[in-house]
Nanobody, 119 residues
Framework: QVQLVESGGGLVQAGGSLRLSCAAS????????MGWYRQAPGKQRDLVAY???????NYMDSVKGRFTISRDNAKNTGYLQINSLKPEDTAVYYC?????????????WGQGTQVTVSS
């Protein structure tokens, strides 16, 4: 099993920045892709960004140029740097990690961290 613990959310004014962290523990080896989803009230959960084990990244269009995903494999930790925050970025942000197992690819989820952007 892999446990993911997010941190770094909070209340920030529009234009501000936050850095979200996602620390993996347990059987946190052979983790391949790590990423972040977000879910605003009454809306579906959307994929925000992900980073592969090789370091390739991908972002949803609305966050390109403002969000940066990274990871520190030695610390089994992923990060999401969020700059130029907008009120529409308000959501619960969930990190996930994928790991290959003998039974196939498994996905693990964090508990979520709230990001609230005031205008």
């Amino acid at each position: 099993q892999v446990q993911l613990v997010e941190s770094g959310g909070g209340l920030v004014q529009a234009g501000g920045s936050l850095r979200l962290s996602c620390a993996a523990s347990g059987s946190a080896f052979n983790i391949s892709t790590m990423g972040w989803y977000r879910q605003a009230p009454g809306k579906q959960r959307d994929l925000v960004a992900y980073i592969t084990g090789a370091g390739s990244t991908n972002y949803m269009d609305s966050v390109k140029g403002r969000f940066t995903i990274s990871r520190d494999n030695a610390k089994n930790t992923g990060y999401l740097q969020i700059n130029s925050l907008k009120p529409e970025d308000t959501a619960v942000y969930y990190c996930y990690a994928q790991r290959s197992t003998p039974l196939g690819l498994r996905t693990y989820w964090g508990q979520g961290t709230q990001v609230t952007v005031s205008s």
